[in-house]
């Protein structure tokens, strides 16, 4: 049974640039959550997906969209790529419940010149 | 507005002692709090989850208590061993989950 997948590992981007992180939900889950998480810090929570629409979202631009596929993998774009956008970006998947612990997956280094 | 802290940055304890890490917050009342475990370059990992009506979790060598009134909640891990060395984050949730900024646990032999 894999668990969270997360591709790809590390990018290296430019500032002004996009880019699009990708994410596979543990076996059987169908909510998935995005966090960032800067050096040092706690995960922030960007947005949930859940049945294919955004369910909740945390304090973050527009500049942060995502979508969730029909079989629950998801996305996260970020436009216009800013040097504070550097961070490890995770993905979490779980059960439609608040309550459900998280399945993280390893993350996506994020690098913004 | 909202906060969550996890009141020592780092933490350095002898092997075999008990680890005590505290998560503190305001301005929310979660339904559940849970705790995990993240090692460096990796996600994190679950370790507990204690509800809003619940004061006291174990399992195996960790313990979790939450006090909603003090809207606090204490980790412990009993007889430490240099494999507990990690970053410990407190995390709160309602209708989606909010985490702290970690404490540092390193356990020296």
């Known amino acids: 049974d894999a668990g969270v997948t997360q591709s790809p590992t590390h990018l290296i981007k430019t500032r002004g640039q996009q880019v699009t992180l990708r994410c596979s939900p543990k076996s059987g889950h169908d909510t998935v959550s995005w966090y960032q998480q800067a050096l040092g810090q706690g995960p922030q929570f960007i947005f949930q997906?859940?049945?294919?629409?955004?369910?909740q979202r945390g304090n973050f631009p527009d500049r942060f969209s995502g979508h969730q596929f029909p079989n629950y993998s998801s996305e996260l774009n970020v436009n216009a790529l800013l040097l504070g956008d550097s961070a490890l970006y995770l993905c979490?998947?779980?059960?439609?419940?608040?309550?459900?612990?998280?399945?993280f997956g390893s993350g996506t280094q994020l690098s913004v010149l | 507005s909202q906060k969550i802290e996890q009141n020592s940055e780092a933490l350095n304890i002898q092997e075999g002692k008990t680890a005590t890490l505290t998560c503190n917050y305001t301005?929310?009342?979660?339904?559940?709090l849970q705790w995990y475990r993240q090692d460096p370059g990796r996600g994190p990992v679950f370790l507990l989850l204690i509800r809003e009506n619940e004061k006291e979790k174990r399992k195996e060598r960790l313990k979790v208590t939450f006090d909603t009134t003090l809207k606090q909640s204490l980790f412990h891990i009993t007889a430490s061993q240099p494999a507990d060395s990690a970053t410990y984050l407190c995390a709160l949730s309602r209708n989606d989950m909010r985490f702290g900024a970690g404490t540092r646990l390193t356990v020296k032999p």
């Open positions: 301005n929310y009342s979660p339904a559940y």
């Open positions: 997906y859940y049945e294919e629409e955004e369910r």
């Open positions: 979490a998947s779980s059960w439609d419940r608040a309550d459900e612990k998280l399945f």
